[in-house]
């Protein structure tokens, strides 16, 4: 975190001041005007909202830590969303309270789009990001797996650099489906699973699925555990855990943001994304994760030089006009009984979309949707990249404790650890991806992955759109990812509907959650040619306005913590944080040290002038 010289100073006298003053090291904030007696709910807040409260000063980065810290503690026992709380959050949300009080701009200029302003969230917004989504700080960065728990990174995902320079302050590392689902066969393990962090649960019926392997990402959205998500997609892990979540997903053109320092799967088809509760909240943080970045090579295909505002996309009449098809053939394919609910809402919601404005192509189908040969093909692409990918990501570690450097050690450690539950949670697709000794530049892999783009592109989703002249698709969220996947196409989810209160319970494969079952969301989503999120962020946004479908279900489980619950409405109150954290593990003691001697004798003088000129009137620690 980079701060003008003076904010430096102001932060500096408040650590050293609170910490003679405070011995213990207890935490105080001391509120001199009391803030507004109700908020918004932390379960519907949107980042507009926290910018109109930030900007008349109802509202401190501070308080919205604090508060989001208090609501983990409340439900993440239960469900498990949060791996890891930063222990650095707090002094990070003080830093930028400086900032804010003394009319700094919320951005900065360290990433990688060095020139390019960052695309400007409130100071604070809180995200979690996926566990597997690397950060240069205190928490780890495991794909779930002790095998990397205390590993650290030689640098920052440039994506987290790019959420840093927006404003946003990274909460946590949200809970995910172990190597991101890439481990054990279905039947063995169960989505949202991971040793270093638990079983996530979904939270809209007890024991629930939370799907794909984004799964806290997801969760802790819908219970506002968080504001938005950055979370990765391969095939589906974005897409279906935001609709199981009761929130909007968006998963990106292959190339439109940096993989930089992910933990991969494969170069071929992973993706990083958004989650927030609506349309406009996830168009914002795209805005700000966006962009080309030299250490991932996928992204100098992008065609903008300086990228679109996706929040000007936001347009309630974004249907109108518009031309989207349905492809019943390559939904048909996976239908059955649990899923004749999802289709009813569908078929519903393609009359809202009629009624905007919109013309609706019925039998817009797919040239060819032939599911076995993509799955083989998409298995040998996975299987490849895998190994190879995951090696130079393990090369690039400052430290690497357990001495892990290919799938190999891995699987090795895995199966030696009794935290891993192996056997009863298999390494069969480690086995088989072993197994296969070829690498992703084998005549193998590049024919596999070239038949793939052909048919999810010109057979597939591109083909349909060119010969109907189509805006999108429409497809029920589903069935929609898997051309996309391949093809490295934009998808957008948004939610459509519940399943009904005499819905017959459907257990996983495993038989340890229930998959579906009254009151759990489904979702609808827009799909689209490459670098087409402007539009499908249209087409979604319209639909989400007129429709409103998240708001007509609650989670059966909530946290019960709000922003107006930790503020006593009386001056000069003290509140304490229930939240015990460390210091942050950086050279800022020494800096702070350096600077105390040398203008000591400047810094009273200097407090007492800036809190009469700046209107400072919360003490930083």
Known sequence: MQLSLVARLVYVFSVVSTALSNPTGEHTCRIATPLPITFPLLDDISIENLHALFANGSLTSVNLVHAYIERILEVNPSLRAVGEINPDALDIARALDVERSMGRPFTRNSSPNKGKAAPSLPVAVLNVIQDNIATKDQMNNTAGSYALVGAKVSRESSIVTRLRDAGAVILGKATMGEWAQCRSRKASSSHGWSAYGGQVLGAYYPQQDPSGSSSGSAVAVSLGLALGSIATETSGSIVNPAERGNVVGIKPTLGLTSRDMVIPISIRQDTVGPIGRTVKDAAYMLSAIAGKDTFDNWTSTQPYDVNPDYVKSCNFLGLKGARVGVPRNGID??????????????????????????????????????????????????????????????????????????????????????????????????????????????????????????????????????????????????????????????????PLGFYPAQTPLKMNLKKTMVSVAPNIPFGLAFVGRRWSEEKLISLAYAFEQRTMIRKKMKPYIRPTFELSDQLEPTEETPYKLKVQYRAPAVEQPRFAQHIFQKTMGRLFSMRRWMLSVFGLQHSLL
């Open 333 to 494: 394919y996976y239908l059955d009984d649990s899923t004749k609910p999802v289709m009813a809402a569908f078929d519903k919601a393609l009359q809202t979309v009629r009624d905007a404005g919109a013309r609706v192509i019925e039998e817009a189908n797919f040239s060819s949707f032939d599911v076995p040969a993509f799955a083989r093909n998409s298995s040998i692409v996975l299987d490849t990249d895998f190994v190879g990918g995951l090696a130079k990501y393990l090369e690039s570690l400052s430290m690497n404790p357990n001495n892990i450097h290919s799938l190999s050690d891995i699987a090795q450690f895995t199966r030696g650890d009794p935290r891993e539950e192996h056997p009863d949670r298999d390494t069969y697709v480690w086995d088989r991806q072993l197994a296969r000794n070829i690498s992703s530049s084998s005549l193998e892999s590049y024919m596999a992955y070239q038949a793939n783009l052909r048919m999810g592109g010109e057979e597939g989703v591109i083909g349909a759109l060119d010969r109907h002249k189509l805006d999108a698709l429409v497809m029920p969220t589903f069935a929609s990812y898997h051309l996309p996947a391949i093809a490295g196409l934009p998808v957008v989810t948004v």
